[in-house]
Structures are given as structure tokens and as C-alpha cells.
T-cell receptor
């Protein structure tokens, strides 16, 4: 079993839809949870960062962490074609190696 | 502008050759990392360095080597011992080791074995 599981998709939605991206993990010691956005042939860029459980909102993006279920989510409201990218979840214990999901490829169609 | 510069963007290697990927950062970060990204897999850590003249192996260090002679530079050599080197290589840096909110990635280097 991988430490971090993420459905690779691909996921295709119409413009304006709400997108839900998810990861599950097995290591209960993870404390920091991140979502990165990666455009084609580019490096990942940090989108959201959450410490421990709870919700965090930034514009159209909301990150949720449920440590009891070992489940994290990223919601994108009013999705735009410019949101089309691969979304990577990542998590770590402070000062230890980050673990990444495989990435979900999202296409938002105009 | 501050950031991480990787070069070359695309590189072709013949079997049996060593190649070196360059990574330079002007963010004044102490920690630097090399990751490998393959289709359908998450990023996997090759090597990391938390201070100058010190580096540690990651999960998939076999067939790779690094050096950290300067704070801003962390080159990766892909040796002929790496059996499947075709991949997208990402360099990253952070203020301190493995703090998720401060890790920045370069634009990546594509290596293809021909």
C-alpha cells in the first residue's frame, strides 16, 4: 500500500463546476498537508498549505484535512479553463521527507 | 527576480554516459532537493542537502550523485549506473528542511536516454 493514494484521473468538468480532488494516506504522523498545482511541463507551485486538521480557504480554493479519516480534499469553486493542470497532494512530518500523491489531471472545458 | 533555475530544460543522453543537471537558487535557502517525477507516480526524493558540504540520500539515490559546494548550487549527476534515467527531474529549495509551506520548485529538466 502506498503511503499516499491519489486518483490520477483524468477528470474533465465544464467551466463553472465545483471540482473535488482527494487523497488518502496511511501514516497518522503526518502533520503538514499541501496541494500543488503543476501545469504541463512546468514545476509544481504551492497552492494551499494546512497544518493538522481543519479547513482553509483562499479565494476559489478550499482545502480540508480530516485526520481521523486520513483524508484530505481540495475544492475548486467556479472552475476556470486556466485551472486545467495536474494537482498534487503532499504531506510531511516536520523536518522529514515529504510524500506526494501521483497527481490528478484536471481539464476544465469552456 | 528570485527563484530556482534549472538547466538544461531538455537533455538527451546516450547509454553509458554521465550527465549533470544544474540547479541554482538565489532565494538564500539553506535546504535544496532533487526529485524525480515519472508518469502516474508521485515525486520521489533522490537527494537532499540541508547545509553546504552535506547531503543525504533519498528514496531512490542509486545511480545518482550530488555535490553542495555553494549554498546556491546543487547539481545532480545521473550516472551510467542509473538503469532507467528517462524522467522529469525537479530541483527544489526551502528555508529549512522539509517545511511544506516554504518549498519552491524549479521548472524542471527533461532527460531522455537515446
Amino acid at each position: 500500500q502506498k503511503e499516499v493514494e491519489q486518483d490520477p484521473g483524468p477528470l474533465s468538468v465544464p467551466e463553472g463546476a465545483i471540482v473535488s480532488l482527494n487523497c488518502t494516506y496511511s501514516n497518522s504522523a503526518f502533520q503538514y498537508f499541501m496541494w500543488y498545482r503543476q501545469y504541463s511541463r512546468k514545476g509544481p507551485e504551492l497552492l494551499m498549505y494546512t497544518y493538522s486538521s481543519g479547513n482553509k480557504e483562499d479565494g476559489r480554493f478550499t482545502a480540508q484535512v480530516d485526520k481521523s479519516s486520513k483524508y484530505i480534499s481540495l475544492f475548486i469553486r467556479d472552475s476556470q479553463p486556466s485551472d486545467s493542470a495536474t494537482y498534487l497532494c503532499a504531506m510531511c512530518i516536520k523536518n522529514n521527507d515529504m510524500r506526494f500523491g501521483a497527481g490528478t489531471r484536471l481539464t476544465v472545458k469552456p | 527576480d528570485g527563484g530556482i533555475t534549472q538547466s538544461p530544460k531538455y537533455l538527451f543522453r546516450k547509454e553509458g554516459q554521465n550527465v549533470t543537471l544544474s540547479c541554482e537558487q538565489n532565494l538564500n535557502h539553506d535546504a535544496m532537493y532533487w526529485y524525480r517525477q515519472d508518469p502516474g507516480q508521485g515525486l520521489r526524493l533522490i537527494y537532499y542537502s540541508q547545509i553546504v558540504n552535506d547531503f543525504q540520500k533519498g528514496d531512490i539515490a542509486e545511480g545518482y550523485s550530488v555535490s553542495r559546494e555553494k549554498k546556491e548550487s546543487f547539481p545532480l549527476t545521473v550516472t551510467s549506473a542509473q538503469k532507467n534515467p528517462t524522467a522529469f527531474y525537479l530541483c527544489a529549495s526551502s528555508i529549512e528542511g522539509f517545511s511544506g509551506n516554504t518549498i519552491y520548485f524549479g521548472e524542471g529538466s527533461w532527460l531522455t536516454v537515446v
